[in-house]
């Protein structure tokens, strides 16, 4: 074992670091796992160290409960049992929503829970209608479409086959005493039903729809407003929770960037090698066949060292610049060394000889990449060795 060769581009390595739970030292274990790629010749200055958030949330203990999220929703909302709450915008997912949803009927025993869902798909792509048949009810984009108009027949996931309508109303059913589920792109029609409290539950675009409600003096705050605090909570609130065991639910990891750093300041002391460190979540990766966008989290990264911020992933495009040298007549072999020269010129994000390769954040296209390495099922590596990426630093 050792060194890759030199004609190795960016390569992403799987590290298996063992199993990791509640109270682990996550930083400890992360640098035991790199210590071997450092003997073994494969750590080097410049290389990206990326570890899941997952193992991260797990080893803080940042779980919560049904309890502790309905306990919330009352509080912030100002809520009574037997209030009436709306739902807007939850994308569709057994793994992300089911168990919010449980907690957030739970605050009102007594009362109805409202949900809004867009369509035809959430906006992650997980798809609740067929994407022609607004069109054909002669819908238009802010219309409600009531069950009554979609029928008995209603379409499934296409990965998973869940009748997500279902799939919600019998979560409410067993926690509140009634549930009105019905589809529409307009935000503000909710507002319709005459609600006690709102939350918000889209992603991406959570404040701009938490300002549309607002601006109507509705009473709402978003999934980010929600486990924000306590003895376990995240920066992020619920946003990118999973479902755990039982009516637990594991919450994203908090602080994540001091993580990244000490893990970066343990390597560089141990090892004396320059590394930048990731805490990431989800890829920012669209399945082609589906349609599904897999960026279920608030963004790719939770956390990360400060070489990595603002980094963009830009530079020349190589396919143009081979195709004019060779239109101008520069023999095959004097285009490789040419190439290495343009390197070190600096071109505008608006030249020709940038043209196609669209400057990207270095945090994102990394944390993709890991997340597609690792992936969420049974490879038992979530520690992800990143090289040349970056290039080498000193």
């Given amino acids: 074992m050792g ?17 990791i739970v509640p109270g682990s030292d996550v930083v400890n274990m992360a640098y035991e796992s790199l210590l071997k790629c450092n003997e073994d010749g494969f750590l080097d200055h410049g290389d990206t160290i990326c570890i899941t958030e997952s193992v991260v949330a797990r080893a803080q203990n940042n779980y919560v409960t049904v309890n502790d999220i309905a306990s919330q929703v009352r509080e912030k909302l100002k809520l009574k049992a037997d209030s009436k709450i709306g739902v807007l915008f939850p994308i569709l997912s057994r793994n992300r929503f089911s168990m919010i949803m449980k907690g957030l009927a739970a605050a009102v025993p007594e009362g109805q829970v409202v949900v809004q869902l867009s369509h035809p798909a959430d906006e992650v792509g997980n ?41 919600y109303q019998k979560v409410i059913r067993e926690q509140a005493r009634g549930s009105i589920i019905f ?36 009473n709402c705050i978003t999934l980010q407003d929600l486990c924000n605090e306590g003895i376990s909570w995240s920066e ?9 065991s039982g009516d637990k639910l594991k919450l994203a990891p908090r602080e994540a960037d001091l993580i990244a750093e000490r893990i970066q300041a343990k390597v560089r002391e141990g090892m004396g090698k320059n590394v930048e460190v990731i805490v990431y979540g989800d890829g920012a990766y669209c399945d082609p066949s589906t349609g599904i966008y897999e960026l279920a989290d608030p963004q790719p990264a939770f956390g990360m060292t400060a070489g990595l911020r603002g980094k963009y992933r830009e530079g020349l495009k190589y396919k143009y610049l081979v195709d004019k040298m060779l239109d101008e007549g520069v023999g095959l072999e004097a285009i490789e060394g040419k190439l290495e020269e343009k390197k070190k010129e600096s071109f505008g994000r608006n030249a020709y000889e940038t043209e196609g390769t669209t400057p990207r954040k270095a945090e994102d296209l990394i944390a993709s990449l890991a997340d597609l390495v690792s992936g969420s099922a049974d490879a038992g590596t979530p520690l992800i060795l990143v090289k040349g990426f970056l290039g080498k630093q000193s």
């Fill in 236 to 244: 992020w609130g619920l946003l990118g929770s999973n479902i755990s």
């Fill in 127 to 167: 798809q609740i209608l067929p994407y022609d048949f607004a069109e054909k009810l002669g819908k238009s984009n802010g219309e409600v479409i009531s069950l009554d108009d979609i029928g008995t027949e209603r379409f499934r996931h296409p990965i998973t086959g869940v009748d997500y309508i279902e799939l």
């Fill in 183 to 218: 589809l529409s792109n307009d935000p503000l029609k909710i507002l319709e039903y005459k609600l006690d409290g709102i939350i918000v539950a889209n992603i991406h675009k959570r404040e701009e729809t938490r300002q549309k409600l607002a601006a109507q003096g509705q």
């Fill in 3 to 19: 060194k890759l060769p030199d004609y190795f581009g960016v390569s992403a390595f799987g590290i298996k670091m063992g199993v």
